[in-house]
């Protein structure tokens, strides 16, 4: 009975928010067009990072308060991942207010995560298992460095794929969908679905963005909960299937760092040149753009449900990602 009124309780929450944004948005912060890399016609409020870490907060309380079992994070890794989430957000924030250098960024991200890691040692990612493989590999004294450096990508990947709207709030669906059907936490991200499908109404409208805080914030909830599932639960996702669920995201941030170093660019300094800068440059529809890059990330992932061997998925991910690269480029050059 507890997770029907909960459930309810959240849902109505976030439908006032919903219901309520032309008058709540006016007592937010803004982000205002540049005409460079922020072409919306009119300052957006940049409120949705916000929104889902009160929702974080609230789900977290109320589920510790019913002491609803195997619903959430157990023991210290609950305080570490609160944290982790809120230094993110609050580096993301500055970059939203302030916009912070990419080196500074970059230098903070990493303060966050050396906190975090001093503070609660347990979030280290000490070993990697490979399905196809069946061997798991010890990083041993380099797991701290793996770990900083697996948070560091996933936060840029994440941000780098945001930049259309409802891209990344329909991702991080996606990927909670997949947690609730392995039987990771089910309830929690039931709940944090929630939040995300009304902040995407409202993205979708154009009346709000998640902006780096947001974004950084969905990096720590999702980077914190593969580390959780690796340490808690023997047969959940390897490392590999964690890498096809990300696979779309990381690539193009790959692809996106070697031009930007062959091109003596900041690696980390934002352009136009992302997957869905050039899909919706050929399509001119931001609906179907989305759709293009939310199947590419769900197709690998139908495959390996399906039981297709990982490295097949990864071949053909690859072989899909560089062929739409190599056709849209012809064709934006036409």
Known sequence: MNIFFLTLFIFIINLVFYLKFNLISKFTFFDNPDGKLKRHSKPTSLIGGLVIL??????????KFFEIENSIFENQFIYLFMTLCTLFYLVGLLDDLKNLTPNIKLI???ISI???TYLFPGINLELIKISFLKKTYFFNEYSFYFTILSFLLLANAINMFDGINLQVILFCIFIFTVFIIKGFLPFFFILMSICFFFIGLLNYQNKVFIGDGGCFLISAILGSSFIY???NYSNFLFGDEIFIILFIPAIDMLRLFILRIVNKK???KGDLNHLHHKVNHYVKNKSLTIFITISLSVFPCFLMFLGLKTYYILVLNLIIYTSLILFLKDKNNI
Do not use: K
């Open 114 to 116: 050396l906190l975090v």
């Open 54 to 63: 009160i929702n974080l907060y609230l789900i977290i309380f109320l589920l």
């Open 266 to 268: 900041n690696p980390f």
């Open 108 to 110: 903070s991200l990493i």
């Open 229 to 231: 599932q690796y340490q």
